[in-house]
């Protein structure tokens, strides 16, 4: 009788999981791109005579090119990618631009690129805006449309100056003075405060995302040309509450700190990163670099590498860049000396790549109709840098190359440093794709040999 009533209950439970309907599962990478496309040099000259946009069916997706170079990732905001299934049921013949603009973003993003970064909604400012607040709708979808689209994620980011709680760096956290009052009043939060409120959140975040988000940048921009920030700089009181702890004359342990902390919670797998912007060119800054990561990794903090955001302007010099990589990619010796069960894991990415094409005569215009000419220098540049850190990509140094934005018109060059057109990226504002996209794509051909 027992077994019968099994055999009954397991029935029903089948035909109620049949009658509701299993969501169905899609693959993105397959759906929105056309699978006979060869990706051949041929196929790509003749493709780049046509106009396309970026979300179209018949559009070679950009991952592919880099199959067994590196992978290449985009940041995006979730608002751009609400419902991001909208993106499916569209022009899968590439006749013309049946879904909205937004739609091509999306399918865009689901269909280009294999890691994700969420540019804004990681930050720890929307993560933790009030003490035990925790805020992580954005950061939870952002990991369900990394598995829809079959995508590695980076985190980013957690300790900066920018973007972070005001309410960590006060004494009292819910004071409502600015931190420059708090500073004067003596108000600012102790040593001791801030490291327990970066501790606990770092903890919470790493754990919460321990399966799904396995690269992160743990810090971002803690240099400025000379060494470290300082509050004198541009407000960072991270070194200012926290000093130097261990007396060896260097007021940076707090990036020790917020290391440590993300190692203990994140585990030995996790990679965890530093992230800043001007070492494409600026070898002060590079060396400042190298010598503090060398210093910490000798203490025995694990840092797995760093992040080049590399927003770079279309006159950039590509040699300067390469050497100053090349500087950063020897720590891996010192790296593999420290860490050999580790060794060779010392890696560089490219982590925020766009391209600024006010310079020149034209660097204090605000709108400007950017000509063909103009996309095919830039095309030209991307092909240079794309060229150059896939070099570094066949020595196993980069293992990634993501671009800040998709397309010109969802860029921060737009309103940074002023209100302007830029056209940073590999799509124009109509979401068409612009010379460069073939350009990166030539790139990568030419390393696949
Ligand atoms: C820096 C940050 C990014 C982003 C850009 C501007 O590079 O690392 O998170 O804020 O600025 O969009």
Redesign the pocket.
């Given at each position: 009788m027992k077994k019968i009533i099994a055999i009954l209950t397991a029935l029903a439970l089948t035909l109620t999981l049949v009658s509701c309907g299993e969501p169905e599962i899609i693959d993105y990478k397959t759906e929105l791109t056309d699978q006979s496309l060869t990706y051949s040099e041929e196929e790509l000259e003749s493709l780049s005579q046509q106009e396309f946009h970026i979300g179209d069916y018949g559009l070679p997706a950009l991952y592919k090119y880099f199959e067994g170079l590196c992978s290449v990732g985009v940041a995006f905001t979730s608002n751009q990618m609400y419902d991001y299934d909208l993106a499916l049921p569209y022009d899968k013949k590439a006749e013309g631009p049946k879904i909205t603009v937004g739609d091509q973003v999306k399918a865009g993003i689901l269909k280009h690129y294999n890691m994700y970064v969420l540019?804004n909604e990681l930050k720890s400012d929307h993560c933790n805006p009030a003490e035990g607040v925790y805020n992580f709708d954005d950061a939870d979808k952002f990991v369900e449309i990394g598995k829809a689209a079959n995508a590695q994620l980076r985190g980013?980011?957690i300790v900066w100056h920018s973007q972070v709680p005001q309410w960590w760096f006060k004494a009292d956290p819910n004071d409502q003075s600015t931190l420059a009052d708090c500073r004067t009043n003596g108000t600012l939060a102790s040593s001791d405060q801030l490291i327990e409120r970066v501790t606990t959140y770092i903890t919470e975040l790493m754990t919460r995302y321990k399966d799904d988000i396995k690269i992160w940048d743990v810090c971002?921009?803690v240099l400025n040309g000379n060494g470290i920030r300082q509050y004198s700089d541009d407000g960072s009181l991270w070194s200012e509450i926290i000093g130097d702890l261990d007396g060896n004359g260097y007021a940076d342990d707090y990036v020790e700190i917020a290391f440590n902390a993300a190692r203990e919670a994140g585990g030995e797998d996790m990679v965890l990163m530093i992230?800043d912007?001007n070492m494409e060119w600026q070898d002060s800054k590079t060396n400042a670099m190298y010598d503090m990561l060398e210093r910490m990794m000798r203490k025995g903090v694990r840092i797995d590498g760093v992040g080049f955001?590399s927003?770079i302007s279309v006159d950039n010099n590509v040699e300067l860049y390469r050497r100053n990589i090349e500087k950063i990619a020897s720590l891996s010796e010192v790296y593999d000396e420290c860490f050999p069960e580790y060794k060779g894991n010392f890696r560089v990415e490219i982590t925020?790549l766009d391209m600024n094409m006010f310079v020149g005569a034209i660097a204090d215009e605000g709108f400007y109709t950017w000509s063909m000419e103009d996309y095919e220098r830039q095309a030209d540049k991307y092909f240079e840098l794309v060229d150059m850190f896939l070099d570094f990509a066949d020595e196993g140094v980069i293992d990634a190359i993501v671009f800040?934005g998709t397309d010109d018109e969802n860029s921060?060059l737009n309103t940074?440093p002023k209100l302007r057109r830029n056209a940073a990226l590999l799509a124009d504002r109509d979401m068409i794709v612009k010379p460069a996209f073939w350009a990166v794509a030539r790139a990568a051909l030419k390393h696949r040999g």
């Open positions: 540019g980013h980011t971002n921009e992230n912007f955001q927003h925020e800040w921060w940074t």
